[in-house]
């Protein structure tokens, strides 16, 4: 029978590493010992700061890793559990809308599941669907490499295939550019705002980051060079088009100036452009500008389908690339053989470029649903992002904020979760597509304009959401 812990306190004193990763470590190990069972409700983030005598945002990063962990799930006014229980409103009966994943959308002319089922039957029909039952190369298969260069090719031209290599995932691409250029101390630039599964990568391996100063177009190139000066840094992380989690996207001459600041200082750049393809009128990338000095990556999760956790990794170089090939083999060994021969199926035969048809034409009317019900309020996005960031009024102050909505059954982020350096702005991050659908988004987006037209007050701390 499930029960309260409103006294649990994690163990830590023989813990190393962060704080935040030290509690959510105990609470691993407590749940797998049986102290801790399905269904037990834990304390709240407040209490259990106070009872450590440590910051609020400690213990919101512990669990938000518990919540990436897939140990405890959150249910909107009634706190935190111990994952086993759906996060459900028992006052209404109804699911929780969490806006908190950076998700695609999943509209129905996307067909997936039958887009899934005919590329799948295609796949064991191949005469070598055998090679498939064995281990491969970390790089890919050279005809699954082809397919990646031909995916690329509308963002990065031609491309050599041996150049190209494949990886589980663009979470998996990053530890691998990353883990390339830098060890552990070292100092990697990024945005001052920047992608959360970056801060847990720099979390678990040591690396410094050190944000660079933005503005609505992404990175400032004065600010890039002042951090050149100041800092010894082994790469620059940045995500030039629709930023997460502001959606700012470079213009050409930005990315221009970006990449020149970054040669003159012998900057390696690891470019993610993984939401790159959903634009209609994308500048080119940085690679393009700096393709001797640029690490890309481009995924599928954000562009087709979570499912398919397969991202391209291009190298600059053969030096490169057989570095980068060590660090995919000592990670994941390789990229499972049919995700990747399903995605490879789904680029030769144009059904990928239907797919992501689809995603774009219904991110746009995601879009144009938060314009009409957000009409009057500051926030920043582009048609097609799956994602919006909002800048709330003086009078909500960002977690008040994100509690209220709780409140109401609605979760979203706040800054915190991007945060790399300074003091977190008043804003938090909406992300359109993890709506089921467009009428579960207009409500959610309903609940959001009614909260952001009154100033209310509100009992409990509120819960940082796992984000990607």
Not at 297 to 306: E, F, Q, R, W
Request: aromatic residues 6%; charged residues 20%; glycine residues 6%.
């Amino acid at each position: 029978m499930a029960k309260q812990h409103q006294f649990w306190l994690p163990r830590l004193n023989d813990r190393s590493g962060p704080l935040y990763l030290a509690i959510a470590d105990a609470l691993a190990a407590d749940i797998e010992t049986g102290q801790l069972n399905a269904g037990d409700r834990l304390p709240s983030q407040r209490g259990l700061a106070e009872a450590l005598k440590i910051d609020f945002t400690t213990v919101g990063r512990a669990f938000a890793e518990a919540r990436r962990r897939g140990l405890i799930d959150a249910a909107a006014g009634r706190g935190s559990f111990v994952r086993g229980l759906p996060p459900m409103d028992l006052t209404s009966g109804k699911a929780s809308i969490d806006m908190t994943m950076n998700l695609p959308p999943q509209p129905a002319s996307a067909a997936l599941r039958s887009r899934i089922e005919s590329g799948l039957k295609t796949v064991l029909s191949r005469p070598d669907f055998f090679s498939l039952l064995t281990y491969r190369d970390a790089a890919g298969a050279i005809a699954d490499r082809e397919a990646g260069a031909r995916w690329l090719m509308p963002r990065l031209g031609s491309l050599a295939p041996g150049l190209v290599l494949i990886a589980s995932g663009a979470q998996v691409a990053m530890l691998a550019a990353l883990s390339s250029l830098a060890t552990a101390g070292d100092v990697v630039l990024t945005e001052v705002l920047t992608y959360s599964g970056l801060r847990n990568l720099a979390a678990q391996f040591g690396l410094r980051l050190q944000g660079v100063a933005m503005d609505a177009e992404g990175l400032l190139p004065d600010a890039l060079e002042q951090a050149c000066k100041t800092y010894q840094a082994k790469a620059l992380y940045c995500t030039p088009s629709l930023h997460n989690p502001t959606t700012a996207t470079m213009s050409a001459r930005r990315r221009s100036d970006i990449a020149a600041v970054a040669k003159r200082y012998g900057l390696p750049i690891v470019e993610d452009d993984t939401y790159g393809r959903l634009l209609r009128d994308a500048p080119p990338p940085l690679a393009h500008f700096a393709p001797d000095i640029t690490i890309y990556i481009g995924g599928l999760a954000k562009v087709l389908t979570p499912m398919l956790r397969v991202a391209y990794l291009v190298a600059p170089d053969a030096v490169l690339a057989a570095r980068l090939t060590t660090a995919l083999r000592a990670t994941t060994g390789m990229a499972p053989p049919l995700m990747v021969a399903l995605a490879t199926q789904w680029i030769e035969s144009g059904m990928a470029d239907d797919i992501l048809l689809a995603l774009r034409q219904e991110a746009m009317a995601r879009q144009r649903i938060a314009k009409t019900l957000l009409q009057g309020s500051r926030y920043q996005t582009q048609p097609e992002a799956h994602h919006l960031w909002l800048d709330l009024p003086p009078e909500w102050p960002r977690l008040d904020f994100v509690m209220q909505l709780q409140s109401q059954g609605l979760a979203i982020v706040p800054s915190d979760a991007f945060t790399v350096t300074g003091p977190s702005p008043e804003a938090v991050r909406l992300c359109l597509g993890a709506a089921a659908d467009q009428n579960v988004l207009h409500q959610g987006l309903a609940i959001l304009a009614d909260c952001l037209s009154h100033r209310r007050k509100v009992a409990s701390p509120a819960i940082v959401s796992s984000v990607i």
